[in-house]
């Protein structure tokens, strides 16, 4: 597609519920992020793929939460159980090599979660 | 520990006076330096980047930022201030060796008419 893509842009969940969030990079992206912006805070992050493979899922925040990626493109985010204190903007990025490099990233724009 | 300073909180300039926003780092050997920029309801959008050569760097809208090696710093600034650049700017920073992006935590530039 011509940008990065997620759905839905929207999310109002009850606690306790499971959520899926998606992210539909840039075609040709072999590394794609996930991060969580919460209300006047900076980027945290959450996990980094490179292609299917996520080298670094340092960034969950719990075991609610997990991330999946196939055919080296769409990624889909899953927290389960949600609780109140996840209810945040959740953006998606790519790039096309990944990596130690130079590259900029191209970002969604974003799926807000609010968890009730 | 690596990490990226953006000291302000918000900003807040007339339109037409020039504006600067800061950050500072720590991260080790040259890494590569980045702002993005936020608009509201928008995603985060690349401005501009520094690699290596000149300090001072040109990016979109008018923007350009400088290296300071000896400083740490890689503060964003441009000459004249647009009401429309009203956003939330973030300086990022990657350690050359490392795919990870550090982040700041973000300034809020607001420009008065």
Request: glycine share 10%; aromatic share 12%; charged share 20%.
């Amino acid at each position: 597609g011509a940008g990065v893509s997620q759905s839905p842009s929207n999310k109002v969940t009850e606690k306790g519920k499971d959520v899926e969030l998606r992210c539909d990079p840039i075609s040709g992206h072999t590394a794609l992020y996930w991060y969580r912006q919460s209300l006047g805070q900076g980027l945290e992050f959450l996990i980094y793929f490179q292609g299917n493979s996520a080298p670094d899922k340092s960034g969950l925040p719990s075991d609610r939460f997990s991330a999946e990626r196939t055919g080296g493109s769409v990624s889909t985010l899953t927290i389960q159980r949600t609780q109140q204190e996840d209810s945040a903007v959740y953006l998606c990025a790519s790039s096309l090599k990944g990596g130690g490099t130079n590259e900029k990233l191209f970002f969604g724009s974003g799926t807000q979660l609010s968890v009730l | 520990a690596q990490s990226v300073a953006q000291p302000e909180d918000q900003v807040n300039v007339a339109e037409g006076n020039p504006l600067t926003v800061k950050c500072t780092y720590s991260v080790s050997g040259n890494p590569y330096l980045f702002w993005y920029v936020q608009y509201p309801n928008r995603g985060l959008q690349f401005l501009l980047k520094y690699i290596t050569g000149d300090n001072l760097v040109k990016g979109s809208y008018g923007f350009e930022a400088e290296f300071n090696k000896s400083q740490t710093s890689f503060h964003l600034k441009k000459p004249s201030a647009l009401v429309s650049d009203s956003a939330l700017y973030f300086c990022a920073v990657r350690d050359r060796s490392n795919y990870q992006l550090i982040w700041g935590a973000g300034t809020k530039l607001i420009i008065k008419p």
